[in-house]
């Protein structure tokens, strides 16, 4: 069997939408299932979200730290934000995010890995991306006013092996975080050779 997962859509009978928030709405929909049978599946309906490992010329990956409240923690994250500008393309998005967040910008720029966040519970895919050959952003040329959770956040450089450590040790949580890094690790070990292009469709 071809180990590769696929688009497929079973028949919903019925279809309720219970809460519509700013960012998220949740759905109850009844499924029919193998044998015949009718299940209820609640999930998050949400836009989509992009994420980028900023590896500089050292291979360090660049994290920032950000409140999340659902979670009650400070957590380590890579520079990411919500695919909430029409027409934007996905990398354009990434770009944005790493400049608003973290004040860079890339000259290279490649596919690292595509995630649902969630499957279970939410429809919420994540492409994150490597981004290389990074220059700082003036400060005069950044305009950027940060809000909310994003004030005061701090961004580290650590080594990207040390960053593997900590996503295997328990230290960093954040699911695009851990999967970009341990991404990032394996593609480096074939060079680099592997990836696929920024613009790359997604499944």
């Given at each position: 069997?071809?180990?590769?997962?696929?688009?497929?859509?079973?028949?919903?009978?019925?279809?309720?939408?219970?809460?519509?928030?700013?960012?998220?709405?949740?759905?109850?929909d009844t499924v029919r299932m193998p044998g015949d049978e009718d299940a209820d599946r609640d999930?998050?309906?949400?836009?989509?979200?992009?994420?980028?490992?900023?590896?500089?010329?050292?291979?360090?990956?660049?994290?920032?730290?950000?409140?999340?409240?659902?979670?009650?923690?400070?957590?380590?994250?890579?520079?990411?934000?919500?695919?909430?500008?029409?027409?934007?393309?996905?990398?354009?998005?990434?770009?944005?995010?790493?400049?608003?967040?973290?004040?860079?910008?890339?000259?290279?720029?490649?596919?690292?890995?595509?995630?649902?966040?969630?499957?279970?519970?939410?429809?919420?895919?994540?492409?994150?991306?490597?981004?290389?050959?990074?220059?700082?952003?003036?400060?005069?040329?950044?305009?950027?006013?940060?809000?909310?959770?994003?004030?005061?956040?701090?961004?580290?450089?650590?080594?990207?092996?040390?960053?593997?450590?900590?996503?295997?040790?328990g230290m960093i949580h954040n699911s695009p975080a851990v999967a970009g890094i341990l991404a990032?690790?394996?593609?480096?070990?074939?060079?680099?050779?592997?990836?696929?292009?920024?613009?790359?469709?997604?499944?």
């Amino acid at each position: 069997m071809k180990i590769e997962d696929t688009p497929e859509a079973w028949d919903v009978v019925e279809s309720k939408r219970r809460f519509s928030g700013y960012v998220i709405d949740v759905v109850t929909d009844t499924v029919r299932m193998p044998g015949d049978e009718d299940a209820d599946r609640d999930y998050v309906i949400h836009p989509g979200s992009v994420a980028v490992v900023a590896l500089d010329d050292n291979d360090r990956v660049l994290l920032i730290r950000q409140y999340r409240h659902p979670t009650r923690h400070l957590l380590w994250e890579l520079p990411a934000g919500l695919r909430d500008v029409e027409g934007e393309s996905l990398v354009t998005g990434a770009a944005r995010e790493l400049a608003e967040e973290a004040g860079y910008r890339a000259r290279t720029w490649h596919t690292l890995v595509d995630l649902y966040t969630s499957p279970g519970m939410s429809d919420e895919r994540i492409r994150v991306f490597l981004a290389r050959d990074l220059t700082k952003i003036p400060e005069e040329e950044n305009g950027f006013v940060h809000r909310h959770e994003e004030i005061g956040m701090p961004v580290e450089w650590v080594p990207l092996a040390d960053a593997v450590e900590k996503a295997l040790m328990g230290m960093i949580h954040n699911s695009p975080a851990v999967a970009g890094i341990l991404a990032a690790y394996a593609a480096s070990v074939e060079g680099f050779g592997l990836m696929r292009p920024a613009d790359a469709p997604e499944a």
